[in-house]
């Protein structure tokens, strides 16, 4: 019983910036991780970034000091901060998280957001 809800997704410029949010909603008792990642026609979906909820984090090559993962625990929110995007960039942005369900078994689930579009234009 548990949603992902994103939203910050559309069209920009190159060189423009876009910042993306996914908001979890339902029965979540802890967040272990966190990322986004995207998939462009004709090519595979692909890790783009993660956070862990000891904030650590881990990057595409591609997106390496343009793009920013960070988590807002207390709302259950995410986000994805896009910078000096490129028209390579384009894709659906898909969010996921890896959430603890029940914490008496240790029970985690992984899910999806519905993917948000993203046109870095010339």
């Known amino acids: 019983q548990v949603q992902l809800v994103e939203s910050g997704g559309g069209l920009v410029q190159a060189g423009g910036s876009l910042r993306l949010s996914c908001a979890a909603s339902?029965?979540?008792?802890?967040?272990?991780?966190m990322g986004w990642y995207r998939q462009a026609p004709g090519k595979q979906r692909e890790m783009v970034a993660v956070?862990?909820?000891?904030?650590?984090?881990n990057y595409a090559d591609s997106v390496k000091g343009r793009f920013t993962i960070s988590g807002d625990n207390a709302k259950n929110t995410f986000y994805l901060q896009m910078n000096s995007l490129k028209p390579e960039d384009t894709a659906a942005y898909y969010c996921?998280?890896?959430?603890?369900?029940?914490?008496?078994?240790?029970?985690?689930?992984?899910?999806w957001g519905q993917g948000t579009q993203v046109t870095v234009s010339l």
């Open positions: 996921n998280a890896l959430i603890v369900t029940n914490t008496f078994l240790n029970r985690k689930n992984d899910f």
């Open positions: 339902g029965r979540i008792f802890s967040i272990d991780t």
């Open positions: 956070i862990t909820s000891s904030r650590s984090t």
